[in-house]
């Protein structure tokens, strides 16, 4: 999995004044736990682009003045109007130690029944994953060729390799609707319309 560096600052105070006055000069107000004791920085928010807005999971490296940690994004805080960053806690991890992260979903193949005019729904755009540090993977396939009319594709029928999906089995994933033009046809039927298209 590929790792991004984020560079900080250790903060003198903790309090919302200072929090906002931080926010205000373009700064993320952070926490890193999980290793004895927390570490309070901050952040240019402009680090956090290729961490926050992407379709793959990272692990991060932490510079708070020359100190290191190895860590995870644990929790985001956006503000509810602008969707600015405003706080970000990290999870310190270490290699031997199994670690859970919210991993992406990535959708492969043609669904038979999209191909016929079905609308493919996504349920789930992250599963939550449990392995050791070196096994996590950066997104997760869900292969749709098969996925035929009001079926779904489950966290069941997925075969992780090395990691643990911690999402209930029966939970699903992505699903293929009827149209309304083509409801009350029998499945035999939808799958006719699906050959035709």
């Known amino acids: 999995m590929k ?3 984020i560079i900080g600052y250790k903060r003198a105070n903790l ?3 200072e929090s906002k006055k931080l926010r205000n000069e373009g700064m993320v107000p952070c926490v890193i736990y999980g290793g004895g004791q927390q570490v309070h920085f901050y952040s240019p928010a402009i ?4 961490l926050v807005y992407t379709s793959e999971a990272h692990f991060v490296k ?3 003045e020359g100190t290191e940690y190895d860590a995870i994004m644990q929790d985001l805080q956006f503000h509810p109007v602008s969707e600015a960053l405003l ?3 990290f999870l310190q991890w270490t ?3 199994p670690i859970k992260m919210d991993i992406p979903v990535h959708v492969t193949g ?3 029944a999209v191909q016929a005019g079905g609308t493919l729904i996504i349920k789930r755009r992250t599963l939550n994953i449990k392995s050791l540090p070196k096994n996590m993977p950066e997104h997760i396939d869900v292969n749709i060729s098969k996925l035929e009319f009001g079926k779904a594709v489950k966290v069941g029928d997925l075969k992780p390799e090395n990691y643990e999906i911690l999402d209930a089995p029966q939970a699903s994933i992505a699903v293929a609707e009827i ?3 083509l409801r009350g046809k029998s499945a035999s039927e939808l799958n006719a319309e699906g050959e035709k298209a």
Do not use: C, Y
């Open 179 to 181: 149209p309304r033009a």
């Open 95 to 97: 290699a031997g130690t």
């Open 110 to 112: 043609l669904s038979p």
């Open 87 to 89: 706080h970000v806690d």
């Open 15 to 17: 309090g919302k004044a």
């Open 47 to 50: 680090l956090f682009r290729e």
């Open 3 to 5: 790792t991004i560096e």
């Open 62 to 64: 932490v510079n708070v």
